[in-house]
């Protein structure tokens, strides 16, 4: 399996020419420097959630359509084989299990929030929902103004199109499963 800021950069360079953007128009569209552009492109850097997140919005897809892997007819993932996007320092790692083709209109994550760990996400595309179950630990979502605490065997349904953001409120790493639903 390919490493994900390989996986990344062909998505990236793939779609910022599908759409005949250069370098520059993407820069400013999504507010990443042409340089880390570059070196995204070229495999030199590992991006954060939220750079990739702005470049998604930048061009208006999905953010899955830049962790997207080859489809096969059957695939089992091992969470341990999959590179991990980082925020926090870290502290938040984001594994991209089953990626959003464009096609499939969803896509399932793993995440792990140490303790003290905190991510802000930007909004996703308009009128995607996040599906949120947590199996260990306890996190407090912010979403609207308003804070929910959702703790191990519960889960949390919301509109993600405005800025949200996790905290792992517990004395324990946070383990999360998130189903994104891009419309």
């Known amino acids: 399996m390919d490493p994900m800021n390989t996986i990344v950069a062909k998505n990236i360079k793939r779609l910022r020419e599908e759409n005949k953007l250069s370098m520059e128009e993407l820069s ?3 507010g990443v420097s042409k340089s880390m ?9 590992n991006p954060t959630l939220s750079t990739l997140w702005k470049i998604s919005n930048g061009m208006k897809v ?14 089992i993932v091992r969470t341990s084989e999959v590179q991990p996007l980082l925020e926090d320092s870290g502290k938040v790692k984001n594994y991209s299990i089953f990626p959003d083709d464009e096609n499939r209109r969803f ?26 179950t947590v199996f260990e630990g306890r996190i407090a979502i ?9 703790v191990k065997g519960e889960s949390i349904r919301f509109q993600a199109d405005n ?7 517990g004395t324990e790493k946070a383990v999360l499963h ?3 639903y891009n419309p």
């Open 37 to 45: 552009l570059a070196q995204i492109e070229r495999e030199e850097g």
């Open 107 to 132: 896509a399932v994550y793993y995440l792990e929030l140490d303790e003290d760990s905190y991510w802000e996400s930007d909004p996703h595309l308009k009128g995607t929902t996040e599906f949120i």
């Open 178 to 180: 998130m189903i994104l």
């Open 163 to 169: 800025p949200h953001s996790y905290r792992n409120t």
């Open 142 to 150: 912010y979403v609207e103004g308003q804070t929910f605490s959702v």
């Open 28 to 30: 400013k569209l999504s």
């Open 62 to 75: 999905p953010f899955d359509a830049l962790t997207v892997r080859p489809e096969r007819a059957y695939e």
